[in-house]
């Protein structure tokens, strides 16, 4: 029976062969997080497979030593290309949210995703980011240029509809492809649920606290919880009225913070 | 219904009509504003000394709290006890044009904002007519802001008839007008009393009858090939099945180039052996023959395939800042082709809000407007006309490097000049108990035959053959088909057709052409 999720999976199937088709250079954006992993696993889908780009991680230095754990596992037995990314100066300057966590971002993740591009000459990027995160996401196209310094012209962009994306661009230019942009927090969870992959044990409840959204350590809050299974998570999920993101201090910062820092070419 | 599928609606209309307004509300009346969101806009409103403004939940971006206007298409998420909900707001202004048809072209359905007050305007009838080209049917029309007249039927009334009658114009019977006040919350969630002489559905009651957009049913297969993958010792050809559905086996025609395979195998990851793929699954699919067909061709079957076009003939919106220009080449991307098109001619440039054709043969469409263009293609692609298949039958215009505006196809023409199908008489027979058979039924369009010595033979040796005809139109190639073979024919009413019984004889047994072979006597 062919229902939304289907759906759902044959529209980043069709993003992912459109971008590949269109781009050199490619590469994908793994955060280890849910989402970044079930785009691993549309990819493979995509490509009978496969993952044809290499997997650029960005470490802060900050993350729980599971995720780094779960990272290294995962990418051996999808016998991936993983890149590990870093902003080594400001680590050895001690960069740390006690800068401010906006500038902490901005310094470890930002700069450090930068200078990856720039050493890789990456033409493009898989993000996987939703619409219903947060405000600014909402905003994006599925094909998203940056400029030569990364930056995002949200108040001009081009339209694109009936799946015809912008792929034709300056040289130049840097594009960020969204193949999940259209799911949201429930579909991923469903679709982990349907599809049995394995994801991050953090997101399952230990001693009454899980994670709902994975970050760095001194920036993300677990949640209370009890759910120990997927099943269990999407039951949660229905009863939740704090946003998905609301760990996540750095969200919180000011009205605007995400904006900002995602004008600046954040992810 | 799947309770977890999200329907995808669109909020359009005249600027400052009431839509942020509008969907904060349903927002806070279905409780889907999460208590952080609640409260951080509290704050920036009392920071502003305001009232607490609804419409900031989707001005996510800070230029639009500023400005008060919604800048770019955001997606917000709500839901009902029934389903849950996408909202792709859509800006009112009128630069913002590109931005609404972003939002409004995937969505499954659409309300339409009228201001009870001041009444239909000028974007209030532009929208309409864009949901109409986006072919957007499941339409609620809103009627707002009826606190501001004291909830006056007479007023209402009024709207609800000017704007059934302008929708009527473009092609669209809304499933509901509803009066409403976002401000005070009525209809929306709830009755309060206000409006007692109104017995229809709320927005949510109206909004949960909607169901979501599928591929049209019955439409032929078209599988436009999105890439090539030459992997693992195989050739496999992907894409989406855009409509109909593919099975193992299946003879299928690549078109324009016309090379004609069979379906060897429908793959997924994992799966290597599917028997078929159906509308809106991506596959890959691999073919009996090597053929090295690329990306831009339509797989289809050999009967209701799409025509081999040259020539396009189509209404354009345009959304670029710089006009479009007749006897410009554009770059044209349809299904998974791209070719280079010349505007030959803007044959109608039209007021997008009035729909007056206010020139004819244009130099130019200006942004935001609208026209009837006829383009040369330098090469031929597969298309279907519109109204026969959506997905084959649009396509966008690309303006520099960026997508520009978008089309929706008329008509087309291929090479021979006439948008005729041919029909291959060797092939499309089928010789059963009964005789032969040619159905022409679901032939849109003019026709023409290739007849084949396999096909003159057949009758020859006293053999009758069956046309099934669509409509009388095509009794004039049929006829003169059987005036260049000298052959007869019986014209009769069928079952839900026209038949026409073709043979060398009569079927009467009466002599068809003299003894000298000429003829035919009719």
Redesign the interface.
């Known amino acids: 029976m ?3 999720l ?2 759902l ?2 529209q980043s ?2 993003i992912f ?2 971008a ?2 269109k781009f050199e250079n490619l590469a994908m954006l793994y955060s280890i997080g849910k989402d970044s992993t079930t785009m691993i696993h549309l990819a ?7 993952i044809p780009f290499p997997l650029v991680h960005i470490d802060t230095t900050y993350k729980y030593p599971e995720m780094i754990q779960y990272r290294d596992r995962m990418a051996r037995e999808w016998q991936a290309d993983l890149i590990v990314g870093s902003n080594a100066a400001a680590i050895e300057a001690g960069m740390s949210p006690a800068a401010g966590r906006l500038v902490c971002c901005e310094k470890l993740k930002s700069e450090g995703l930068t200078k990856i591009i720039e050493e890789r000459d990456f033409h493009g990027l898989f993000l996987g980011i939703r ?2 995160e ?3 996401r ?2 994006e ?1 599925v094909f998203s240029p940056r400029d030569k310094n990364f930056e995002w012209a ?2 001009d ?6 799946d ?1 994306f ?1 792929t ?3 040289p130049g230019t840097h594009i960020r492809v969204h193949p999940i942009l259209h799911w ?1 927090e ?2 991923i969870w ?1 679709y982990i649920q349907r599809e049995k992959f394995e994801i991050c044990p953090l997101y399952f409840a230990k001693d009454g606290k899980r994670f709902r959204s994975l970050g760095c350590m001194p920036c993300t809050t677990p949640i209370d919880s009890r759910a120990t299974t997927v099943d269990e998570i999407i039951e949660e999920l229905k009863t939740l ?3 998905e993101r ?1 760990g996540r201090a750095q969200d919180q910062e000011n ?2 913070a995400m ?1 900002k820092l995602r004008a600046k070419g954040y992810m | 219904m799947n309770q977890n599928e999200t329907l995808k609606i669109v909020i359009v209309g005249h600027v400052d009509h009431g839509k942020s307004t509008l969907i904060g509300r349903l927002f806070y009346d279905t409780g889907s504003i999460p208590e952080v969101r609640y409260r951080e806009i509290e704050a920036t409103c009392r920071a502003q000394g305001r009232e607490f403004e609804f419409a900031y939940l989707m001005d996510a971006l800070e230029e639009e709290r500023d400005q008060n206007i919604t800048i770019d298409t955001a997606s917000t998420f709500f839901k009902t006890a029934q389903r849950p909900y996408v909202i792709i707001d859509a800006p009112g202004h009128k630069q913002f044009l590109k931005n609404m048809i972003t939002g409004a072209a995937s969505a499954d359905a659409a309300i339409l904002l009228v201001d009870g007050a001041e009444g239909v305007r000028e974007q209030t009838r532009r929208h309409a007519y864009v949901l109409s080209l986006l072919g957007i049917r499941q339409v609620a029309v809103a009627v707002n802001k009826l606190d501001m007249v004291a909830y006056d039927r007479t007023r209402f009334q009024q709207v609800d008839n000017d704007i059934r009658v302008f929708l009527h114009s473009v092609g669209i019977t809304p499933s509901y007008v509803i009066p409403i006040s976002a401000r005070d919350g009525e209809n929306i969630a709830s009755r309060h009393g206000k409006v007692p002489w109104y017995d229809g559905p709320t927005i949510l009651e109206a909004l949960d009858s909607f169901g979501n957009v599928r591929a049209e049913a019955g439409a032929p297969l078209r599988l436009p090939v999105q890439d090539v993958y030459k992997w693992d010792d195989k050739r496999i050809y992907v894409g989406r099945v855009e409509t109909g559905e593919i099975n193992k086996g299946d003879e299928i025609i690549f078109l324009p180039s016309g090379k004609i395979t069979r379906v060897k195998s429908v793959e997924k990851w994992g799966q290597t052996d599917l028997p078929q793929a159906i509308s809106g699954e991506c596959i890959g699919i691999t073919t009996d023959d090597e053929l090295f067909v690329e990306r831009g061709e339509i797989i289809s079957r050999r009967r209701r395939k799409p025509v081999a076009a040259c020539q396009i003939r189509a209404s354009i919106f345009w959304l670029a800042d710089r006009p479009f220009q007749s006897g410009k080449t554009y770059t044209i991307k349809l299904g998974t082709a791209e070719v280079q098109a010349v505007a030959t001619a803007i044959e109608e440039r039209l007021d997008s809000s009035t729909l007056e054709v206010t020139e004819r043969y244009a130099a130019e469409l200006m942004p935001s407007e609208v026209g009837t263009v006829l383009f040369t293609l330098k090469n031929e692609i597969a298309a279907d006309p519109y109204s026969e298949n959506t997905r084959t039958g649009r396509f966008v215009v690309e303006e520099g490097l960026q997508i520009g505006g978008g089309g929706i196809i008329r008509s087309l023409t291929d090479k021979s000049g006439v948008s005729a199908q041919r029909i291959n008489l060797g092939e499309s027979f089928i010789v059963g108990d009964e005789g032969g058979l040619v159905d022409l039924v679901d032939e849109f369009g003019s026709i023409e035959f290739d007849v084949t010595s396999g096909f003159v033979d057949y009758l020859g040796k006293g053999n009758c053959i069956l046309f099934k005809l669509r409509d009388l139109g095509q009794l004039d190639p049929v006829a003169r088909l059987a005036f260049q073979h000298d052959l007869s024919f019986l014209f009769s009413r069928g079952d839900g057709s026209l038949n026409i019984v073709m043979s060398k004889r009569s079927p009467h047994g009466r002599l068809v052409s003299d003894d000298n072979g000429n003829g035919p006597i009719i």
Not at chain 1, 44 to 50: E, I, L, P, S, V
Not at chain 1, 157 to 162: A, C, F, N, S, V
């Open positions: 062919y229902d939304h289907d759906d999976e044959a199937i069709y062969r459109e590949y088709r493979r889908k995509a490509f009978f497979g496969k619409r219903d947060e405000g600014s909402a905003k196209r949200y108040k962009q081009p339209p694109e509809l009936w015809q912008n034709n661009f300056d949201t429930l579909n469903e009225k704090d946003p609301a009205a605007y904006q």
